[in-house]
């Protein structure tokens, strides 16, 4: 069985659940590898990442945590390592995740008005008329120096086909009322 095969499962949330016996296996399988390559005026620096899944088992619950090593080798020849181990049971708390969000800022937090961006824009409306029929031309106007323009030719054309609907209904209501005037 592949060692990705097992990881999906788990990352999807799929328990190894085993009336009897205890679950054993290998402790460590290997991830995938990446090395990347920065050439500057010192050098070349090469960073090899390393992925390692840990796995442990608790009776017939199987978890794993995921090891990242990275070796850094620096161009005077010097060398670095740094782990990281993430727990896959270890969800992030949603303000970990989004510290800046509304739900996450903290009680009595009150905005100076240095960090409120206070920046006035200039916008006027102005009426159109639809006479005779017409569709009216495009509304322009202008935002933050950007022209834009709305035409009003599909919304006329959509509404010029409804006039009829209109005309028919007020038919059939103009025809019941008449009739509804000759009973006795």
Not at 30 to 58: C, D, E, H, L, R
Not at 64 to 88: E, H, L, M, R, W
Not at 139 to 165: D, H, I, P
Request: net charge negative; hydrophobic share 35%; charged share 15%.
């Amino acid at each position: 069985m592949k060692p990705d095969y097992v990881k999906a499962l788990l990352d999807a949330g799929a328990k190894v659940d085993m009336q009897t016996g205890t679950a054993t296996g290998a402790a460590t399988v290997a991830g995938p590898s990446t090395t990347t390559t920065t050439n500057n005026s010192s050098g070349t620096t090469t960073n090899t990442q390393n992925t390692t899944y840990n796995i442990t088992y608790n009776g017939n619950q199987v978890s794993y945590s995921t090891s990242n090593v990275i070796n850094t080798t620096n161009p005077d020849g010097t060398t670095a390592t740094q782990t990281i181990t993430a727990d896959k049971d270890k969800t992030p708390d949603e303000c970990e995740k989004y510290p800046d969000s509304a739900g996450c800022s903290k009680l009595g937090d009150v905005p100076t008005p240095d960090k409120l961006k206070n920046t006035p824009y200039a916008v006027s409306v102005v009426a159109t008329a639809f006479a005779g029929g017409a569709c009216p031309a495009p509304l322009a106007f202008t935002v933050v120096g950007q022209s834009y323009s709305v035409s009003y030719a599909s919304l006329c054309e959509r509404l010029a086909l409804l006039k009829w609907l209109f005309v028919a209904i007020a038919g059939v209501i103009s025809a019941y009322i008449l009739a509804d005037s000759f009973k006795v």
